[in-house]
């Protein structure tokens, strides 16, 4: 189903999704209404994955900040570094805005256990965001996303697993049903 941005929780809920996918877009996440939305979505535990603008959307929703880089972050053959499996991927970018959470810590949220899963590797900025339920190395994976575009056509297709693990996260919630 692809819902509008002005969609509402109950909405959502009334086509039983088996998770909640937030696309890029254009806009400040600042002023982004869709923020309350998402925090719904994560209390009512419904699996997440936000690309680029969902990535800024998820990193408000988790209470960090937001921030317009200076010059952006444009083009593709940009090295981002994933934490979750310590590889560097090449990835295509256009973006404006960046997350601004802690590179080395975790963070408790109402919703779960927030980290930096992903980092560009030319200026250290927030690339991509993890919810856990916990800390430890059981802890399961309730949402995530990525600032650049694992989806790009023409570009790198180094990140196309994370299409892969937002499909495990969905079985592993039909599973627990």
Same mark, same amino acid.
């Given at each position: 189903?692809?819902?509008?941005?002005?969609?509402?929780?109950?909405?959502?809920?009334?086509?039983?999704?088996?998770?909640? &996918? =937030?696309?890029? @877009?254009? @806009? %400040?996440?600042?002023?982004?209404?869709?923020? #309350?939305?998402? !925090?719904?979505?994560?209390?009512?535990?419904?699996?997440? =994955?936000?690309?680029? =603008?969902?990535?800024?959307? &998820? /990193?408000?929703?988790?209470?960090? @900040?937001?921030? +317009?880089?200076?010059?952006?972050? !444009?083009?593709?053959?940009?090295?981002?570094?994933?934490?979750?499996?310590? +590889?560097? #991927?090449?990835?295509?970018?256009?973006?404006? &805005?960046?997350?601004?959470?802690?590179?080395?810590?975790?963070?408790?949220?109402?919703?779960?256990?927030?980290?930096?899963?992903?980092?560009?590797?030319?200026?250290?900025?927030?690339? /991509?965001?993890?919810?856990?339920? /916990?800390?430890?190395?059981?802890?399961?994976?309730?949402?995530?996303?990525?600032?650049?575009?694992?989806?790009?056509?023409?570009?790198?297709?180094?990140?196309?697993?994370?299409?892969?693990?937002?499909? %495990?996260?969905?079985?592993? +919630?039909?599973?627990?049903?």
């Amino acid at each position: 189903h692809v819902l509008p941005a002005t969609v509402a929780l109950d909405d959502i809920t009334a086509i039983n999704p088996d998770g909640v &996918f =937030f696309s890029n @877009g254009p @806009g %400040d996440p600042a002023t982004a209404p869709q923020v #309350e939305l998402l !925090r719904d979505v994560l209390a009512a535990g419904i699996p997440y =994955f936000g690309i680029c =603008f969902g990535n800024q959307l &998820f /990193g408000r929703a988790l209470g960090f @900040g937001t921030y +317009k880089l200076k010059y952006g972050h !444009r083009g593709i053959n940009q090295p981002v570094f994933d934490r979750t499996t310590n +590889k560097v #991927e090449v990835t295509a970018h256009n973006h404006g &805005f960046a997350v601004d959470a802690p590179l080395d810590e975790a963070t408790q949220t109402p919703f779960g256990t927030a980290t930096v899963s992903h980092v560009c590797l030319n200026d250290d900025v927030v690339e /991509g965001l993890e919810l856990r339920d /916990g800390d430890g190395d059981d802890a399961r994976l309730l949402g995530f996303s990525v600032q650049y575009h694992p989806e790009a056509a023409a570009g790198p297709h180094d990140a196309a697993y994370l299409f892969d693990r937002f499909t %495990d996260l969905l079985s592993t +919630k039909e599973a627990q049903a």
